[in-house]
């Protein structure tokens, strides 16, 4: 088996912090505990559902985050999904076509970002492979292209767009 280069999961801390959803639930769930010490006007145990609410929101992103990693290989990206029921996907480096980074501000300030892929490969059957809130995302891009580059030059890849022009 290929030693592995890097293995990653999404951030929660960087979505915590790095994206409008986030900063909404930690908002959401301090507004709770204040409204609740303040006891303004005297609402009872309703705002501390404001914080259950938040904390309900930030253990789905955790299992979700838990759910998925990511392994890269000199020749392949490896996906392992699920928690009780766990599946793992391979894509082959040299089958990957297209490597994108989304980040917003929000997201460049927390050090995440995107990272979209779209290969030939079954994995992502004609769609884009979406891995969100990853820390060190430019770097990480950066360096899966280089091993992409690296695998095409050592099968002798090369890729060939077909174009059909219309007159």
Known sequence: MDAIRDTFRSSLGGWL??????IATILLGLAG??????KA?????????????ALLIVLVRWL????SKYEITDQRLIIRRGIF???IDEIELYRIKDLRLNFSLLNQ???IG???????DETTHGAELVMRDVPRAQARRESLRALVDAA????????????????
């Open 152 to 167: 095409r030059r050592q099968r002798g890849v090369r890729e060939l767009d077909m174009v059909r022009e219309t007159l």
């Open 33 to 38: 505990v204040v409204v609740t010490i303040a």
């Open 114 to 120: 995107t990272i979209c892929l779209a290969s030939s």
């Open 85 to 87: 029921m766990k599946s």
């Open 41 to 53: 006007g005297d609402w009872g145990a309703w705002p501390l559902a404001l914080t259950a609410l």
């Open 109 to 111: 300030m927390a050090g």
């Open 64 to 67: 979700d985050t838990l759910a």
């Open 17 to 22: 912090w790095g994206s409008a959803a986030g």
